[in-house]
């Protein structure tokens, strides 16, 4: 199945001094699409998943502005881990490709030590992407 997208539009308050998408506004739009993603996904919310974020990292293509209106977030999982959830992102405008980024989801328990990701949730996201 191909990746996950959804849209996410650009707000002025995204927009810093130099007239772009401030970088540390891709991490907004990363989480975004995992929130849309586990929605639809997993038919639970983010915060219905008990997880930590533990890794996040973006490399910058190419500026985005107020006027593009809005841009499209892709997100794949590669591979499953044990209590971990890879998952690569694109960040797309009309013009290409913006940004990409990687992040790791982590399944916690309550006291924050990982612990297996649900069969229930694993499940979902094997199917989704023919893991």
Do not use: W
């Amino acid at each position: 199945m191909p990746a996950f997208t959804t849209e996410i539009d650009v707000r002025f308050r995204d927009i810093d001094a130099m007239g772009h998408v401030n970088n540390a506004v891709y991490a907004t739009y990363t989480e975004q699409a995992r929130t849309d993603y586990f929605r639809e996904v997993t038919d639970r919310g983010l915060d219905g998943i008990p997880s930590v974020l533990a890794t996040l990292s973006v490399d910058f293509r190419a500026p985005v502005t107020l006027e593009e209106g809005s841009v499209t977030v892709s997100l794949d999982v590669p591979e499953l881990g044990r209590s971990s959830i890879p998952m690569s992102y694109e960040i797309r405008t009309e013009k290409g490709v913006a940004a990409e980024a990687e992040t790791v989801q982590v399944i916690v328990d309550e006291d924050g030590s990982s612990m297996p990701i649900p069969d229930d949730l694993r499940s979902a996201i094997e199917a989704y992407h023919d893991l």
